[in-house]
């Protein structure tokens, strides 16, 4: 009983430490990507482009709380935990009790999940529908209640995020794969067994359904689709600076494959991703089916951010992505680790791999503060791109300062804050009296100076009078008089 | 469990040695050789004439030249989209006006070899007429170009000053349109003693 009510426990509080956390400390922003979801008119909302899945998270927040801020909070708080325990649960039924406890400690020691539920956002949902698959993996979906775990998983990953479409493709590839038989002959012929009619019905009804249940017309979850597949490169690429250098121009060029991968490992911890690949290497030599599953879905969700060109062609939903496969088997890695120290005599062996430990348990406390941005802002002198987000502080000092029927313009590499700012007049979060206006007709410019943004650099020729300034970090923000 | 071993010790190498790299200190960014002169710079002493009328003296940022929240010039920050990414530069904005050519002068600009600039319509510009625009020095005509909502893009230039202007130049640039609705419009002159880009047109 006691065996394991132990780890019960110690893995519940895991899983609700980032939320409570992200509850009782909410992080001070208004962010770009909650936008729609902190809508008053949810469906409204939809019709805009909101995906249903996140809206339906949303929708549940508001059954309990009015403000739609403590309702998103909320939801994404609760997605969160769910999701930690889905991930936890999996490693469970696949390496065992140490790998889920292990796998706890890397999940509590990574910046993102204690982000997701302080800075919410649809992260949180599309965080869950990724634990979700990776749960359902580990489900023989020949049966009646794997087929449906199957369905429902695929259904709520496709409404959840615009690119579930490409893990639903994926899916029918992990299944091709757990189907295989390789003969042991000379010609090495690859055949597969009989699929079952369930695993293919709930392969065929995921689509179908989530069509059924799209609130609009069903060509646009087409056209959705055919973007996500057709055109998974999105333009402008934030900038990369080191030093106040510009190192990678998103105007110049987007991150190629390599590149995207090398950014999105440096936002974790560089051992835990380490251990984590290694660890799925070691995995795709197994026959066991459902073991070789999570390889193929770690592999469709890295193949997915890379050509998205790292963590920042889907924003912080890249790097969602890649946490739960980091989380599950930099877990398992680190099993493996303590056996090999166990069965050591060598003690200097012994010692250099607890000192190996020390530095990847160090190293991912270290970036803990980080949870403002989800991940690193600063790698060594890199500054990496920051959340498109407006700190409360400048909200007030922006309705303290400007004048009554101020015109304003937010001069900024790519529209997202200028439609983070109309958001915040329309939601009355600024003074609805504040005008958005395009440049050449406005008094007042915001400019926000985020590693995403070169524009301050174009801004000491305009010569305009600086009324308020806010710096957070390596973010600085201004309101400008022109 | 026996290939644990070697695996640590690899990616421990492997890990430390992408750290240094992530951490090793970037180059430091290439010496840009400063303009001598630039008309964003130079344009509260310029002198500017709008739809064909004075405009009003240089106030804070700008010279108003009409009641519309649009008819004044300054510098602005224009963005012309290339190739689906926006490339937003640091020129000076003049709205053309009804009754006459927008033409603004820079006098006793200090004697350069070159000068060089871009001139383009932005984004923001809806259809409309065609505009030209033509450079002077001294009086000369340099350069000239026509806009149309089908040549758009930052058309840029590069031009050897006269042998004459071994002294302080006048340096003007006149806009001139059949119609000045939405011809946002906008420009920038250098200045420059040291060799300009070799991009953009030579004269």
């Not at chain 2, 951490?23 to 064909?52: C, F, H």
Request: glycine share 8%; aromatic share 8%; proline share 6%.
């Amino acid at each position: 009983m006691t065996r394991r009510l132990f780890p019960t426990v110690t893995l519940t509080v895991c899983c609700l430490m980032p939320s409570i956390v992200g509850w009782l400390f909410p992080l001070d922003v208004e962010r770009v990507a909650a936008q729609s979801l902190l809508q008053p008119d949810l469906s409204a909302a939809m019709r805009d482009g909101l995906m249903p899945g996140q809206a339906l998270w949303t929708s549940l927040g508001r059954l309990i709380f009015e403000d739609a801020s403590l309702a998103l909070s909320f939801a994404a708080g609760l997605a969160t935990s769910l999701g930690i325990m889905l991930v936890l649960a999996t490693t469970w039924r696949l390496a065992g009790r140490s790998a889920a406890l292990m796998a706890a400690v890397v999940t509590l020691t990574l910046p993102v999940t204690w982000g997701l539920a302080g800075r919410p956002g649809p992260e949180a949902f599309i965080f869950f529908s990724i634990c979700l698959l990776f749960l359902v993996n580990t489900v023989d979906s020949g049966t009646i209640l794997g087929a449906w775990m199957t369905t429902s998983a695929l259904i709520v990953t496709i409404l959840t995020w615009s690119y579930g479409a490409i893990i639903w493709i994926a899916w029918f590839v992990l299944e091709i794969h757990r189907h295989r038989t390789v003969r042991n002959t000379a010609s090495s012929v690859v055949e597969l067994r009989p699929v079952h009619i369930r695993t293919l019905l709930a392969l065929i009804l995921a689509p179908l359904i989530a069509i059924a249940l799209w609130p609009h017309d069903p060509m646009e979850l087409g056209a959705l689709l055919t973007t996500a597949i057709g055109h998974p490169m999105r333009v402008p690429y934030p900038n990369i600076r080191a030093d106040g250098v510009l190192l990678v121009s998103g105007l110049a060029r987007t991150p190629g494959i390599v590149t995207g991968l090398a950014l999105s490992a440096a936002a974790f911890p560089l051992l835990w991703t380490i251990m984590a690949f290694a660890q799925a290497k070691a995995y795709t030599r197994t026959d066991h089916p459902v073991r070789r599953g999570t390889v193929i879905l770690s592999f469709a969700l890295v193949t997915l951010v890379a050509i998205n060109g790292g963590p920042w062609g889907l924003r912080y939903s890249g790097m969602v992505c890649l946490t739960p496969p980091i989380i599950f088997f930099a877990g398992i890695g680190m099993v493996r680790v303590g056996r090999y120290i166990r069965a050591q005599r060598n003690t200097a062996i012994r010692i250099l791999v607890a000192v190996v430990f020390m530095f990847a348990l160090s190293g991912s406390l270290s970036l803990l503060p980080m949870r403002s941005t989800s991940g690193p802002r600063q790698l060594g002198k890199w500054q990496l791109p920051g959340d498109q987000s407006l700190p409360a502080e400048f909200i007030g000092q922006l309705n303290e300062s400007l004048p009554p029927s101020a015109t304003l313009h937010v001069l900024e590499q790519n529209s997202d804050y200028r439609e983070l700012v109309a958001s915040l007049v329309a939601r009355q979060i600024l003074r609805p009296d504040i005008q958005i206006k395009p440049l050449y007709e406005s008094q007042f410019i915001v400019v926000p100076s985020t590693p995403t943004s070169n524009i301050s650099e174009l801004i000491d020729d305009l010569r305009g009078e600086v009324e308020t300034e806010v710096i957070d970090g390596v973010d600085r923000y201004q309101l400008i008089k022109l | 469990m026996q290939t644990v071993g070697p695996v640590l010790i690899a990616v421990t190498l492997v890990g430390a040695m992408q750290w240094y790299v992530l951490t090793v200190p970037p180059r430091p960014p290439l010496s840009k050789a400063q303009p001598e002169w630039t008309a964003t710079t130079g344009l509260p002493n310029a002198s500017i004439l709008s739809g064909g009328k004075r405009c009003s003296a240089w106030v804070g940022t700008r010279y108003q030249c009409g009641e519309r929240p649009w008819e004044w010039a300054g510098a602005y920050i224009g963005s012309v989209q290339s190739e689906g990414v926006s490339d937003k530069r640091v020129c000076t904005w003049i709205h053309p006006r009804q009754g006459g050519a927008n033409q603004i002068t820079y006098r006793k600009v200090s004697a350069a070899s070159r000068v060089s600039g871009y001139i383009g319509l932005l984004d923001s510009a809806r259809n409309g007429a065609h505009i030209s625009a033509t450079l002077k020095i001294n009086g000369n005509r340099v350069w000239n170009v026509r806009m149309t909502d089908e040549y758009r893009g930052w058309h840029t230039f590069d031009i050897k000053a006269p042998r004459a202007s071994l002294g302080p130049m006048n340096i003007s640039i006149e806009l001139t349109t059949p119609n000045p609705a939405w011809r946002h419009v906008c420009f920038q002159l250098t200045v420059d003693k040291l060799s300009a880009s070799s991009h953009g047109e030579t004269l």
